[in-house]
């Protein structure tokens, strides 16, 4: 049975109907073209178009855009760049289709990026609450030092980013995948939900983490975890191929990982 691009598509989009605005658009391709294969990612990257081309799949649903930005308006910015001209080229000169699948798996209930990421850190039973931002887990007592660890062997990161005492008990955790590390995002969480920690994948590091700073220096129990922003989402692009293959039993169906884009030297 052929699959066009635009039944795929319309599958991601019925569980929350049509969004608008959103950013969740086809950036390029022909949505009435038959589907070769899918691969998933966080980050639309140089490498992760190449790898889909050589793998002979031809629809790429990636979170982020293809272009920098959170808004792909910025592309028209990009125009005489050479590092975006190569990478549009490649697209149209393959004939990929690529859709940024962000607001719509963000809108799932539960956050198809956020249950990834449970599933990951294999929380999903632990889960106290599911919120539009956040979810809140309940831990058996364990420190702060302890859960940094087991969070980068569940990952497979080679860093993560603690701020607050080490040695503090944590038993209540709030988890905010993605940028909603932000001051006015998180900082209330800590009292709204009596959280012992917060981990969350990116935000200003002069709002949270300093607020930590001050709450430890008073005496007051309080520790931040910082993924990084890719780390936090990439579980969900993986769940995301996991249940496109359910879907679609027949099709080939690959999870492009992005390696992490920092050195730490």
């Not at 086809?26 to 998933?40: M, N, R």
């Not at 969480?189 to 949270?208: H, S």
Request: hydrophobic content about 40%; aromatic content about 8%; some cysteine.
């Amino acid at each position: 049975m052929k699959i066009k691009v635009e039944q795929v598509l319309q599958t991601l989009i019925e569980p929350v109907g049509e969004l608008e605005p959103t950013v969740d658009t086809l950036k390029y391709g022909d949505p009435q073209a038959e589907v070769s294969g899918i691969v998933t990612t966080f980050m639309p990257t140089q490498a992760v178009l190449e790898e889909a081309i050589k793998l002979g799949t031809n629809l790429i649903i990636a979170h982020e855009e293809p272009c920098f930005s959170h808004h792909s308006s910025f592309a028209q910015a990009l125009e005489r760049d050479p590092v975006f001209q190569a990478k549009e080229k490649l697209i149209r000169d393959s004939g990929l289709a690529l859709f940024r699948f962000h607001d719509y798996w963000h809108r799932y209930e539960p956050d198809g990026i956020m249950q990834g990421l449970l599933d990951a850190l294999g929380w999903r039973e632990r889960v106290i609450r599911h919120e539009p931002v956040a979810s809140f887990v309940q831990l058996p007592p364990v420190i702060v030092r302890d859960i940094a660890a087991y969070v980068k062997r569940q990952l497979g990161l080679s860093y993560v980013r603690v701020t607050g005492d080490l040695n503090q008990p944590c038993q209540r955790v709030g988890l905010l995948a993605g940028y909603r590390g932000g001051g006015p995002t998180a900082i209330p969480l800590f009292e709204q939900e009596r959280l012992d920690l917060i981990i969350y994948g990116e935000g200003p590091e002069w709002e949270t983490p300093e607020y930590v700073r001050d709450a430890v220096h008073q005496g007051r129990s309080k520790a931040l975890i910082v993924l990084g922003h890719a780390e936090s989402e990439t579980a969900g692009m993986k769940l995301l191929a996991e249940r496109l293959h359910t879907r679609f039993p027949s099709m080939p169906i690959h999870y492009a990982a992005n390696p992490p884009v920092f050195e730490i030297v």
